[in-house]
């Protein structure tokens, strides 16, 4: 970009009569190059700006939510923090306290703990195939899954 030769400010190469800037009478050197540094012609991206178009695949998450989902990872992978959170508490309260309470009901003290975990993986499944169906299911940004 050709700058005047005046005030120094960036014009184009239209600006040739008068300075936009200055107002002053032939504004570019004739022997001033007419190139100009590619940096000042591209802007730049920010990283946030380039995470708000990152997509999520629907199969990622259902494949997380079925065989991770006692751990909350498939809401990690959206981007709800606080849901996997609630996820790990719901699967700790389950096995700790449902857990504990079947333990003294069942014939082998571990069966209590496995029905517990059983149950909460059974429900992970679930919905994880209601997940595979859901086409309005976005992440935490709001962008639809793939």
Do not use: W
């Not at 008068?18 to 730049?44: F, H, L, R, V, W």
């Amino acid at each position: 970009m050709p700058k005047c030769k005046y005030c120094g400010e960036n014009i184009t190469k239209f600006d040739k009569a008068i300075c936009p800037y200055c107002g002053k009478e032939n504004p570019i050197d004739q022997n001033a190059q007419n190139t100009s540094q590619i940096t000042q012609t591209i802007a730049t991206v920010d990283k946030a700006e380039i995470d708000k178009y990152i997509d999520h695949k629907r199969l990622y998450a259902v494949l997380l939510c079925i065989f991770l989902g006692i751990f909350g990872v498939d809401e990690f992978y959206l981007g709800f923090k606080k849901l996997g959170f609630l996820k790990i508490a719901l699967t700790a309260i389950m096995v700790g306290g449902a857990g504990s309470l079947l333990f003294f009901f069942t014939p082998l003290k571990i069966y209590g703990y496995l029905i517990s975990l059983g149950a909460i993986y059974l429900l992970n499944i679930v919905s994880g195939l209601l997940l595979l169906n859901d086409k309005t299911k976005v992440d935490s940004k709001g962008i639809p899954l793939r």
